[in-house]
């Protein structure tokens, strides 16, 4: 009787060890899931961020890491409120007497100004780890006059890219506003920066919306800042 009690208690040890192991098994799998499908609604509720497979990430890529989801999440937020300031850039153009009298048969010519533009830094974690401290600029545009009456004409193109360590920026658009009686120009890159996010030990690839701003004069300085 002793010996069949002591057979039925290993049983039930047994059973009860490899339920347990089981068991946390299923948490093991489980709780990087669970990781993903919190990162993924935390992306889906930001402006700021896009997740992309980490393996789309070049080499040598910056990685910032967090300790839980809600780390994460918080430098999302902020990221999403500084975006949400106040910009100096308005997508619209002067209405001048100056810009009335250069009529269409005014003789136009064209050039490219290629710009260093030194970036406005960031204290975000995301956005910091891969900002570029400057991007260069190819201003391609048409100008009427010279001299001191020179005055932009039209904005023909602007494209930007980014050297040095960290770099991943990427443009892929721009808008422009013309001020002083057209002989400023206000110019907004649109593009993002790429940046390895590692959560509680899961990784994922981001991609991290961003906006260059500055002000060209013709002529002027070819060092802007944003």
């Given amino acids: 009787m002793k010996k069949l009690t002591l057979t039925l208690a290993l049983s039930l040890f047994a059973v009860s060890a490899v339920g347990n192991t089981a068991l946390a098994s299923t948490e093991a799998i489980e709780s990087p899931v669970k990781i993903l499908t919190e990162i993924e609604s935390v992306a889906n509720n930001s402006e700021s961020i896009e997740l992309i497979n980490v393996n789309e990430l070049p080499v040598g890529t910056p990685t910032v890491n967090f300790d839980t989801v809600e780390d994460f999440e918080k430098a999302v937020r902020e990221l999403d409120d500084e975006n949400k300031d106040p910009q100096l850039f308005k997508a619209t153009e002067d209405i001048t007497l100056s810009n009335q009298l250069i009529t269409p048969m005014a003789a136009t ?5 290629r710009l260093t533009v030194w970036v406005k830094p960031s204290l975000n974690p995301i956005k910091s780890a891969t900002q570029p401290a400057s991007v260069t600029c190819d201003l391609k545009y048409s100008y009427t006059g010279s001299g001191s009456s020179k005055t932009f004409s039209e904005i023909l193109n602007a494209s930007s890219f980014s050297v040095g360590v960290p770099t991943s920026w990427v443009q892929v658009d721009f808008n422009k506003s013309f001020y002083s009686f057209k002989k400023g120009v206000s110019i907004e890159l649109l593009g993002y920066n790429l940046v390895g996010v590692s959560v ?5 690839g981001v991609q991290v919306r ?17």
């Fill in 109 to 113: 010519s064209s050039t490219t100004d």
């Fill in 200 to 204: 509680g030990g899961l990784e994922v």
């Fill in 210 to 226: 961003d906006e260059i701003t500055f002000n060209y004069r013709i002529d002027g300085s070819k060092t802007v800042f944003e």
